[in-house]
């Protein structure tokens, strides 16, 4: 299994960025994926999920401003991320399963 981020970088305040998530080796049309992120010397917090029964989830942080889509066609999940928080900064993971990326960097400057 292989999940490839990208789309991170440093933005500015009340900015949006799109990340990317490529899968491979993997039933991607019957795996739930999701994204996670975490602030060194933070743990892991769970960001959102777009499961295989077409439900959405978010953690209370950035519902209403994340928005987690899947293309089964392209074996592809996406974030969508608006109105960013200093807060928001972190390396974002993608997840399927127990399988996880190598991460990619999300900076928010104020």
């Known amino acids: 299994v292989r999940l490839e981020e990208s789309g991170g970088g440093l933005v500015q305040v009340g900015g949006s960025l799109t990340l990317s998530c490529a899968a491979s080796?993997?039933?991607?049309?019957?795996?739930?994926m999701g994204w996670t992120r975490q602030v060194p010397g933070k743990g892991i917090e769970w960001v959102a999920g777009a499961y295989v029964d077409g439900t959405t989830y978010y953690s209370e942080s950035v519902k209403g401003r994340f928005t987690i889509s899947r293309d089964n066609a392209k074996n592809a999940v996406y974030l969508e991320m608006s109105s960013l928080k200093v807060e928001d900064t972190a390396v974002y993971y993608c997840k399927a399963g127990d399988h996880w990326g190598q991460g990619t960097q999300v900076t928010v400057s104020s």
């Open positions: 080796g993997l039933a991607f049309s019957g795996q739930d």
